[in-house]
């Protein structure tokens, strides 16, 4: 085939190639060890290696293939023999180099190093890693002369340190190893120099020492100190001035003043500086002026990249990361001050080394595929890209027709077993070069499935899962997905299939769960591997902590209560501030609470609970604030001090979280009441000062007390002592009365002044009285220490008028307030006249007086007292009188209600007045009655003697008849019945009453009242069943005679009898004999005894073994011992016999009519045995 009917065939087929080869490209294949490979490098050592020269070299290598491939090395671009050389070993299976430099020198080896990885299918190489030793150079002796500058002046102290390898770390510090102190007047290049904008006095000094650090031998160099004096020439006279200056660098003849600013670096007005794209660009300015200026940052046509600039050294350094091409332009520095400003123009120039775009990957090609190897690189300027194969340059390599290159792209078509190769790609321009391997793998291999089988995947609900496929196979496997065995899953809103064979679940469901399937498919075979997906409940916190607010030593409790998946292990971390707990007993972690006990200032924070499953995990966060009562206020200082005020103020304490709501000021009165502090007035919290009104004659100290919600605070250290001079009172007494304890007396009283209230020393009180309304004098006295006089020879209970006022050495108080007194009370000393008595009914009488003469009372009149008795009753001769009632009338009352009399009673009465001193005398005893009225309840009522056809109702007479009884009034009904009431009266003297005719097995309720001529009293009611007491009677009766007794016992003997014969036939295996009467007669009336009714049931012979019939049978079928036992129960109706007192057997007996018959009655009670003797007649 000529060249151009290839170049034709290829471009025919060209869309259809480059599909499949970006299938190759993106599908990034993973060969499994045990098929055979070419090598592939998996470690190497960096391109720019600086060694440590105290440790030996190691120089990594390390690559995969099958078979294993064989290691070799070249130096400096040749081969590198490492068998000859005995301080080089080569690890085993490795490729990696350890060289023993302990006993050569590290410069003896430093190089450029290739590693070369091959077998049968391929050579892989490293890049050239160059080895270098790192140093750490001395510094250059030099003398350092002493720097003497003017105040104000700029200056530039030069570190110029040691270049090394790796360059060093510079930093300024002084004898002390303590760092300068840097600002935005004094800062340090990146070079290491310190730049001063301006110097200051205090910038003298004679220990300004450079260090420089070596990162790889960790050492440190020093430079020698740099003196610095600033001086001041216009203080200083000449002769001074010319020693200060001798033997030094003097800088500037003349103190620099205030200037505006200019660029000590860089310098001029413009500079350019180069970067390479993704390093780091620092960008730096120094300005010179006084006041010390301001740098800012911009850069021209654009803004700063917000995520990847930063400021430091005091604005004076731009910082941008990961630089970018868009990174390139000009940035503008400003140094601006308040006399103007200076601008700086850096141009940013950005280079580029290679950088991938795509770097070729690895290709399987089964035999006839078609594949393509694309070397996709960027820089600036544009690498130059050159290939290889194994390690030799394509153009040395031996030709093959299934090759072809075409710029940064190899392309391979119709491919052969055995051509497998490694390629390398090589991209390189002046700031350095790119290195790619990418091998060809030829060979023909059936899909096999990576990924483990069986492996269940856990996603939690509404997440997305992402189900495995790993495969391998040549040609490349096709994936294929179905859910649960049934049609396969296709791409579309709930599902995405990924070419290297997952399956993506955007939004996982419940209902996603189950088993998933991928079959993997080439032209060789197929192969399926089964994964489960389990869709779990997201972990969520129902109930999160809560801000708290607690007082310090108290309890502070966070609650988290989290629902998770219940096959889900949950595990529950608290945090501190983001931190780990305090590892402290005082803080307790729940299932789902954290108390933290004993609560102390250092308890505050932010206090996270996460809740953490191997899926997922939830987390909330609460604030805890500790608060607790204020600190005392400080730094008391007493201003504006006056004559009666003075200013305070004073320093609030810590708040501790809680504000300050309001400050008590208190003062202590040393002079009066030593110790003793007096709350004196409060102010706001948000104040710092009050305003205190003071008075005279105090020594005064004051402090000062914060309130939060906590509490009070402590005191504060008391102020200093502020005394005011004595003046004469500024007010009297108060609570000033006149109140007499005699009839010829009056107590003039009044509240004692304090030592505050007092004004000075000498504190009396003048007392004054005289009588009112009368042309009298005023007396007066004078008294100190006490807090009462008594005026004595007073007229009784007459007015006067009383002053009290307060005196000291330096004068009087103020004009007092007259008070009205009163002298002392004597008793009335007349009774009330016409006492009359008007009776209103039974229970309520009127009475009526006269007042007494007010001449009489003596006193303030406060009212009435108004005594009455019961005498007796005018029904009962044997009546004793009761003990005296009292009513009190207030004022000038003249009449009033007497309640709750008794009726058909004689009283007495009598009405006297009363004062503050007492009661006066009685008046004359009035006598009055009371009518009759309803009688009360009848005592008691009650049924006696009752039989089949009467019984007697008994009453006792009521306990207050209230009058005389005239007659009682009985009525009596069945219950439950619609029978009218009937009603009998009857005489006052009769207490029982017999009533016959009534209704057998009824019952029957009563109603008893008495009468007077006033009507009739309250009922009293009983109730009585007639067949109840009746039959209770006779059958005691019946039961007690011997007859009966006789009775009984024949009757018992005859049924033992029965009992016997019975037990006989049944062993001898015949029927009864009752049982044979009953076949041939089959009377009616005699049926056999259900189990029912409790009649009696027919026996037979027990070779059967059936029950007899009425006979309970378990449900197990059998037939307890107890159960076959003849019992005299069982020819009963019923089961609870009865014995007299003399023992003789009165059980009943009766038969099915008899028992219907006592169902129909009402009484409840068992039948007698008089009814169980007629049952067998």
């Not at 006492?835 to 007086?849: D, G, I, P, R, Y």
């Not at 069945?974 to 029982?992: D, F, H, R, V």
Request: a negative charge.
């Amino acid at each position: 085939m000529s060249t151009m009917n290839w170049k034709r065939r290829f471009t025919l087929c060209e869309c259809a190639v480059m599909v499949l080869l970006l299938g190759h490209m993106t599908s990034a294949l993973e060969v499994p060890l045990d098929l055979p490979q070419p090598p592939t490098i998996t470690h190497q050592s960096p391109k720019d290696y600086i060694i440590d020269p105290r440790e030996n070299i190691v120089i990594h290598c390390e690559a995969k293939g099958n078979p294993h491939p064989s290691f070799s090395w070249t130096r400096n671009g040749t081969h590198f023999d490492v068998e000859k050389d005995h301080k080089v070993i080569t690890r085993s299976n490795s490729g990696t180099l350890v060289i023993d430099i302990s006993e050569e020198k590290a410069e003896a080896y430093e190089g450029v190093y290739q590693c070369m990885a091959r077998n049968e299918h391929g050579t892989a190489v490293s890049n050239n890693i160059v080895i270098r030793q790192s140093k750490s150079p001395l510094w250059s002796k030099e003398r350092n002369e002493p720097i003497t500058v003017q105040v104000g002046v700029s200056l530039i102290l030069h570190c110029r340190p040691p270049a090394g390898l790796p360059p060093p770390i510079i930093f300024w510090m002084d004898n002390n190893f303590q760092r300068l102190p840097q600002n935005s007047r004094v800062s340090q290049a990146l070079n290491g120099d310190l730049y001063f904008s301006n110097v200051l006095a205090e910038d003298t000094r004679n220990d300004y020492i450079c260090y420089a650090r070596f990162p790889h031998t960790q050492t440190i160099q020093q430079k020698q100190p740099i003196t610095v004096n600033v001086l001041n020439v216009d203080a200083m006279n000449e002769t001074v001035l010319a020693a200060y200056l001798n033997d030094t660098d003097f800088l500037g003849d003349r103190p620099a003043g205030e200037r505006k600013p200019s660029f000590m670096y860089p310098s001029g007005d413009s500079s350019t500086v180069s970067v390479l794209r993704g390093e780091t660009l620092e960008l730096e300015c120094f300005a010179d002026g006084l006041p010390t200026p301001e740098i800012s940052w911009t850069k021209a046509n654009g803004d700063l990249p917000n995520d990847r600039f930063s400021f430091h050294n005091f604005q004076k350094t731009l910082k941008i990361t990961e630089v970018m091409e868009a990174d390139g332009g000009d940035y503008h520095c400003l140094a601006r001050n308040r006399l103007g400003n200076a601008q700086h123009i850096i141009t940013v120039v950005v280079k580029a080394a290679p950088f991938w775009i795509s770097a070729p990957r690895n290709l399987v090609l089964a035999p006839k595929e078609m594949g393509m190897l694309i070397c996709h690189v960027g820089g600036n300027p544009k690498p130059t890209i050159t290939w290889l194969v194994n390690g030799v340059p394509i153009e040395n390599s031996h030709k093959d027709p299934s090759r072809k290159i075409e710029d940064n792209t190899i392309i391979l078509s119709d491919v052969q077993t055995g051509s497998s190769a490694v390629y390398q790609c090589n991209a390189s321009n002046e700031f350095g070069y790119l290195l790619a391997n990418a091998f060809v793998n030829v060979l023909a291999e059936p899909p096999r499935v990576l990924t483990p089988p069986n492996y269940v995947y856990q996603v939690i609900s509404n997440r997305q899962a992402m189900l495995d496929c790993a495969s391998f196979g040549s040609p490349i496997p096709k994936i294929t997905w179905f859910k649960d065995g049934q049609t396969a899953i296709v791409n579309g809103d709930s599902y995405i299939l990924h070419e290297n064979g997952t399956l993506q679940i955007n939004v996982a469901q419940p209902l996603n769960s189950g088993k998933y399937t991928c079959v993997a498919t080439n032209s060789l075979g197929n192969r399926e591997n089964h994964v489960y997906l389990e869709v779990k409940e997201p972990t969520r916190i129902l109930k999160q902590p809560e801000y708290k607010k607690v007082q310090r030593s108290s309890k502070a409790v966070f609650e988290c209560k989290v629902k998770h998946d219940p096959t889900l292990i949950p595990t529950m971390t608290w945090l501190k501030d983001n931190g780990e707990l305090p590892d402290d007993e005082r803080f307790v972690v729940d299932s789902d609470s954290l108390t933290i006990n004993d609560v102390t200032q250092e308890d505050e924070g932010t206090y996270t609970c996460i809740m953490n499953t191997t899926l997922d995990q939830d987390s909330a966060s609460a604030t805890l604030t500790v608060v607790e009562r204020p600190d005392p206020p400080r730094d008391l200082e007493l201003t504006d001090q006056k004559e009666r005020s003075v200013q305070l103020t004073w320093t609030p304490g810590d708040e501790h979280n809680s504000p300050v709501q309001s400050f008590l000021i208190q003062y202590e009165d040393s002079l009066h009441e030593q110790d003793v502090w007096n709350n004196m007035t409060e102010v706001p919290g948000t104040s710092t000062t009050a305003h205190l009104d003071l008075s005279p004659y105090v020594y005064y100290s004051f402090r000062v007390l914060a309130l939060n919600d906590v509490g009070l605070s402590e005191a504060s250290i008391p102020s200093n002592q502020y005394r005011t001079n004595p003046a004469s009172p500024d007010e009297n007494p108060s609570d000033v009365e006149g109140t007499g304890t005699e009839p010829d007396n009056m107590v003039i009283s009044w509240n004692e002044m304090t030592g505050l209230q007092s004004n000075g020393p000498g504190l009396q009180y003048k007392v004054s009285w005289r009588q009112k309304d009368t042309d009298e004098d005023w007396m007066s006295i004078i008294v100190a220490n006490v807090s009462e006089y008594v005026v004595t020879g007073t007229p009784t209970f007459v007015p006067y008028e009383v002053t009290v006022q307060a005196i000291n050495d330096y004068g009087s108080g103020p004009k007092p307030e007259v008070v009205l007194g009163y002298s002392g009370e004597d008793r009335p000393t007349m009774a009330p006249e016409s006492v009359k008595v008007l009776v209103q009914n039974s229970t309520v009488a009127e009475v009526h007086w006269e007042p007494i003469p007010p001449s009489t009372v003596k006193g303030k009149m406060l009212g009435y007292k108004v005594s009455y008795w019961k005498e007796k009753s005018l029904q009962k001769e044997d009546s004793k009188p009761e003990k005296p009632q009292e009513l009190t009338f207030s004022g000038n009352e003249t009449e009033g209600r007497l309640p709750d009399l008794q009726p058909y009673s004689q009283y007495s009465i009598n009405v006297r007045a009363f004062n503050g001193k007492g009661d006066g005398p009685p008046s004359t005893n009035q006598k009055f009655e009371t009518p009759e009225g309803v009688p009360g309840p009848p005592t008691f009522l009650r049924i006696t003697n009752p039989n089949l056809e009467s019984f007697t109702v008994e009453w006792g007479p009521p306990v207050d008849d209230n009058g005389r009884i005239t007659g009682y009034i009985l009525k009596y009904q069945p219950i439950n019945n619609t029978e009218e009431l009937k009603e009998m009266t009857l005489l006052a003297n009769e207490t029982s009453v017999i009533l016959e005719n009534l209704k057998y097995s009824t019952r029957y309720k009563f109603y008893l009242n008495a009468m007077t001529i006033k009507g009739s009293g309250p009922i009293v009611t009983t109730a009585i069943t007639i067949m109840d007491e009746a039959m209770t009677s006779r059958q005691v009766d019946i039961a007690t005679q011997g007859w009966f007794i006789g009775l009984m016992c024949a009757i018992a003997l005859l049924i033992l009898v029965l009992l016997i014969v019975c037990f006989i036939k049944r062993n001898k295996g015949g029927k009864y004999p009752v049982k044979e009467k009953e076949e041939a007669h089959q009377d009616p009336e005699i049926q056999p005894m259900k189990e029912d009714d409790g009649t009696f049931g027919e026996y037979s012979d027990t070779e059967d073994h059936k029950p007899l019939k009425g006979s309970r049978t378990p449900s197990n079928g059998t037939v307890k011992k107890d159960d076959s036992d003849d019992s005299l129960v069982d020819y009963g109706e019923g089961g609870d016999g009865q014995f007299n007192e003399d023992g003789s057997f009165i059980g009943q007996y009766s038969g099915k009519k008899e028992k219907d018959t006592a169902e129909g009655n009402e009484s409840s009670e068992a039948p007698s045995p008089v009814n169980a003797m007629n049952s067998f007649v």
